[in-house]
């Protein structure tokens, strides 16, 4: 079954440090790969996307995330946490063969303490 | 441009009443999606078209249907509404296939 694991509800950090926050998935073929991010009583907002090539993947706001076939991983990492990225993160995986649906992770909450 | 819009952005239905969801977007996307978000949860996709005058059922669609006449807009219908269909409604849209979806900012429901 296709499925999209983020396997912790809350990561904290301070800030300064650097952050990661995990994201797992299952499905068939090559996927593509998407985080996005929410705000408090926002909709969500696109970061990155891997596709195909360089398997460390840039995105907004200095995050980015780094594609691992081998272990099936997506994980989002940035080098020095902001308390501004205080938020919900998403993963989301699309199988090439999935008729245009996204795999949507359960989110994980992300503090940055000052 | 608007980018996605939605309206109501906040709604209290009674149990069995009825209301419509508007979704529209001025980016030319030819997929739309309308997804549900319950607490603690990741997103559900309820119904989703590729294209104006066609639509088709995502994971819980039972209870809601959509129409897609036009390029621009997305209505979401719920019938006899259910307290189970209390959560927060997000309608997206993206241009193809490899894209990212753009969101709008979400209707949040509440069937008492």
């Known amino acids: 079954a296709q499925s999209v694991a983020q396997p912790e509800d809350q990561v904290n950090v301070a800030e300064g440090n650097p952050l990661t926050v995990k994201c797992t998935y299952s499905v068939s073929g090559n996927p593509y790969l998407f985080w996005y991010v929410q705000y408090p009583n926002r909709g969500l907002q696109f970061l990155l996307k891997?596709?195909?090539?360089d398997n460390l993947v840039k995105g907004s706001y200095g995050f980015e995330a780094e594609f691992n076939k081998s272990q099936t991983s997506f994980h989002l990492k940035k080098p020095s946490a902001l308390v501004s990225d205080s938020a919900l993160y998403f993963c989301?995986?699309?199988?090439?063969?999935?008729?245009?649906?996204?795999?949507w992770g359960a989110g994980t909450k992300l503090i940055i303490k000052p | 441009n608007a980018g996605v819009t939605q309206t109501p952005k906040f709604r209290i239905l009674k149990i069995g009443q009825s209301m419509t969801l508007q979704c529209a977007q001025d980016?030319?996307?030819?997929?739309m999606y309308w997804y549900r978000q319950d607490p603690g949860m990741g997103l559900k996709l309820i119904y989703y078209?590729?294209?104006?005058?066609?639509?088709d059922k995502g994971e819980v669609p039972n209870g809601y249907n959509v129409s897609r006449s036009t390029t621009e807009d997305f209505p979401l219908r719920l019938e006899l509404a259910a307290p189970s269909q209390t959560s927060v409604y997000f309608c997206?849209?993206?241009?193809?296939?490899?894209?990212?979806?753009?969101f709008g900012p979400g209707t949040r429901l509440t069937v008492l």
């Open positions: 891997y596709i195909t090539g």
């Open positions: 980016m030319n996307h030819n997929y």
């Open positions: 078209s590729v294209g104006a005058g066609i639509t």
């Open positions: 989301a995986v699309r199988d090439r063969d999935s008729n245009y649906q996204l795999i």
């Open positions: 997206a849209s993206k241009g193809g296939s490899g894209n990212e979806q753009f």
